[in-house]
């Protein structure tokens, strides 16, 4: 049966069509691994936090931060990147340390 929608998506996985647009795309690249590393920093804080038993406040007050900056950080929405010495008074917070690595693509 022929597609009537006539789009060269559907049918192909979308992993695939993620890769190629990644390879082929600069722009694209460099935004979706800042996406990605914005996800990171959101998900490890706020479950960081949670396990220590704290608020948001509290990690902000700990960390002489206002809680909204806390909040943003934690925000799947954020689209700000934090600095080292922010994400490093967070992780003194949470009796933690900020590892930075070079991989291979």
Known sequence: MKNKLNNKYIGTSFKKDLNEK???DEEF???FEKERFLRNIAEN???LRKNKGLTQSE???KSQ????AIARLESLKNTR?????MLNK???TLDKKIVLSFQNL
């Open 22 to 24: 990644l390879k082929n």
């Open 29 to 31: 690249k460099i935004l």
């Open 45 to 47: 804080l706020s479950s």
């Open 59 to 61: 990690v902000a007050d």
């Open 65 to 68: 931060m206002k809680q909204s």
């Open 81 to 85: 990147l934090p600095s080292l010495e």
């Open 90 to 92: 967070i992780a003194n």
